[in-house]
């Protein structure tokens, strides 16, 4: 298994536009979290879904939405993208909420 | 609401030498409480968390509820444990919360 894999790997946006970035978790897994982390931040909870019910959310305005597919991958939606949306977007999965989160390598978004 | 603080950004120790990394955190609730690890172009991985009571790597960490925090120790740096670090605290609705993290660098 490759872990948790994370597409695209880095895009450049410019403001106003939209993207979606993708989670492909660990095989078993059955819960998602997104994360954004900002240069010399840690990690920021966004989202996290299971079973592909959101369970919970973080202090992110609503031009951010995800949602999680049966086969458990996920997507993340930014909508009309800002300069401070810059930021590595993690993806996390989990057996279940609660359990050891796994990370993938991250999608570098850079907003121009 | 939850918040974890790291207090030390940077922490460089020689090898050998003890190292301590800061962790405190505020929250109303029990917590549950997390190291995580970042090596040089790896990805953020669990170190450990502190139900499971163990000892990683030779590093420990223990919850001190009254003065909240959850700092982690190793008596030897190693060159390898060169990395950033994260605590970590998870509440009872799952939600991760992340402290801003501490570089170490262990010199030889």
């Known amino acids: 298994d490759a872990g948790v894999t994370q597409s695209p790997t880095h895009l450049i946006k410019t403001r106003g536009q939209h993207v979606t970035l993708r989670c492909s978790p660990i095989s078993g897994h059955k819960s998602v979290s997104w994360y954004q982390q900002v240069l010399g931040q840690g990690p920021q909870f966004i989202f996290q879904y299971y079973e592909k019910e959101e369970r919970g959310r973080g202090n992110f305005p609503d031009r951010f939405s995800a949602r999680q597919f049966p086969n458990y991958s996920s997507e993340l939606n930014v909508n009309a993208l800002l300069l401070g949306d810059s930021a590595l977007y993690l993806c996390a999965s989990s057996l279940s909420s609660g359990n050891e989160q796994f990370f993938g390598p991250g999608t570098r978004l850079t907003v121009l | 609401a939850q918040r974890v603080t790291q207090p030390e950004k940077l922490l460089s120790v020689f090898k050998g030498a003890p190292v301590e990394l800061k962790c405190n955190y505020s929250?109303?609730?029990?917590?549950?409480l997390f190291w995580y690890v970042q090596y040089s172009r790896q990805r953020l991985q669990l170190l450990l968390r502190?139900?499971s009571r163990e000892s990683i790597k030779g590093f420990t960490a223990d919850l001190n509820k009254g003065e909240t925090s959850f700092h982690l120790k190793k008596p030897f740096a190693q060159e390898e444990d060169s990395a950033m670090y994260y605590c970590?605290?998870?509440?009872?609705?799952?939600?991760?919360?992340f402290g801003a993290g501490t570089t170490v660098t262990v010199r030889a």
């Open positions: 502190h139900i």
């Open positions: 970590a605290l998870e509440a009872h609705d799952y939600k991760l919360s």
């Open positions: 929250y109303s609730g029990s917590p549950e």
